[in-house]
């Protein structure tokens, strides 16, 4: 059966940065982990760590095998909350775990990798048929570093 993952490169703590992901995400695991028992292009036997896991049931890839390309905005994983409280545990989990606040609903933590932590509602207010509600909602969200509901939905109406 095909099966799609996502594959994400750590220069280093990539066991650090994956237990700290499946604690802070709801519906999460950590699955296998492997080191590569040969000599690679990013060192020796030993040297790059592979583990399996999974957020809210998606599955992705870590791997730590020493520097190459930074994360940066191409790339970010997005977690739809439910609720204000979710948003507000999973944000303040990130910053106080050495992330950085951007616009928008958007961080980066401590090891550079790009997050969206967004309530669920919002692809719904922004996707609708109602275009001046949509363009409300968008101004709104422009104006926030992190997203909230209330006044989301204030604008929508």
Same mark, same amino acid.
């Given at each position: ?30 699955? =296998? *982990?492997? /080191?590569?028992?040969?000599? *690679? ?8 760590? /592979? ?5 809210? %049931? ?9 520097? @190459?390309?930074?994360?940066? %905005? ?8 439910? *609720?204000? !409280? ?8 990130? @910053? ?41 909602? *968008?101004?709104?969200?422009? !104006? ?7 006044? @989301?939905?204030?604008?929508? =109406?």
């Amino acid at each position: 059966m095909l099966k799609v993952s996502s594959n994400l490169w750590f220069e280093k703590d990539v066991r650090e940065a994956v237990e700290f992901y499946v604690a802070t995400i709801p519906n999460s695991s950590m699955g =296998r *982990t492997t /080191i590569l028992p040969a000599e *690679t292009p990013s060192g020796p036997p030993g040297s790059v760590v /592979i583990i399996e896991f999974k957020l809210g %049931h998606q599955d992705f890839v870590a791997m730590q095998a020493g520097p @190459l390309d930074a994360f940066n %905005h191409a790339f970010s994983i997005s977690v739809q909350c439910e *609720t204000q !409280d979710e948003i507000d545990r999973i944000w303040s989990a990130f @910053l106080e775990n050495g992330g950085v606040e951007e616009q928008c609903g958007w961080l980066r933590d401590r090891w550079g990798l790009c997050w969206q932590i967004v309530p669920r509602a919002l692809s719904e207010m922004v996707a609708g048929p109602d275009r001046e509600r949509a363009k409300r909602v *968008t101004e709104v969200m422009l !104006d926030m570093v992190k997203l909230d509901i209330a006044k @989301l939905e204030a604008a929508y =109406r």
